[in-house]
């Protein structure tokens, strides 16, 4: 079967401004309602909604019913990585990285560049962090599939994190290149989970509407002092 037609559908489908803007909002992971999105992106609801069947209707985007409101939200990790990809190739245009390191720096940016969420999962700065920390401990080990397993070391010093365990399929946990950083941090069930953690325990902190997370005071004795035993 060729696969080409069907690429330049979904293509086409995240290539209108409008569609692309609703995508990057749902990148935060959560469900929004056709009139969120719509306020977001600046139409009417009847346009969005237009835009949101087709995002539907191309396996792009779910809508969950619930009572007499519909929520929206990407349809996959799959769906986000493939957005995630195409920030940095979109990026990519500009190779220098001096340059790169001044457009991650302007206020607007920064903030993001720090701690966001995509798709549910840590990433920025903070999550490369994570990664590479929980790594360096020996806390998560690579499996055998090429995916990440927690080990015996990690599920004692995460317990608290995680006190329901760390098996089963909706723990898996694999790598996804970091917008940004250009590095990886985690993604996957296992890793939504952990930044579902550290919202309930107050240690992160959603910036307004955008996906940018602002760590607390809490999460810099906990988080950065505690499990990752630094400062930033």
Not at 42 to 65: F, I, N, Q, W, Y
């Amino acid at each position: 079967m060729n696969a080409e037609p069907r690429l330049a559908r979904v293509a086409a489908a995240i290539a209108d401004p409008t569609r692309a803007r609703t995508l990057g909002r749902l990148l935060d992971g959560r469900l929004h309602t056709a009139g969120e999105l719509a306020k977001h992106a600046g139409v009417s609801s009847a346009t969005m909604s237009a835009h949101l069947k087709l995002l539907v209707d191309e396996g792009l985007a779910r809508v969950r019913p619930q009572g007499r409101h519909r929520y929206f939200g990407l349809a996959d990790g799959d769906v986000a990585h493939a957005l995630e990809a195409l920030l940095r190739v979109a990026d990519g245009r500009d190779r220098e990285p001096a340059a790169d390191l001044r457009r991650w720096q302007k206020p607007g940016m920064r903030g993001l560049r720090d701690a966001r969420s995509c798709y549910g999962h840590l990433a920025g700065a903070l999550g490369v962090q994570w990664r590479e920390t929980l790594r360096a401990k020996g806390w998560v080990t690579v499996a055998r599939d090429g995916r990440y397993e927690v080990s015996d070391a990690g599920r004692e010093a995460l317990a608290e994190l995680m006190p329901e365990g760390f098996a089963g399929e909706r723990r898996t946990l694999y790598d996804c290149v970091d917008w940004s950083e250009r590095r990886d941090h985690f993604a996957g069930p296992l890793a939504v989970a952990w930044l579902d953690a550290f919202m309930a325990k107050g240690w992160l902190q959603r910036v307004g509407e955008s996906r940018e997370l602002r760590l607390t005071p809490t999460g810099r004795i906990g988080l950065l002092d505690g499990l990752l035993g630094s400062t930033r």
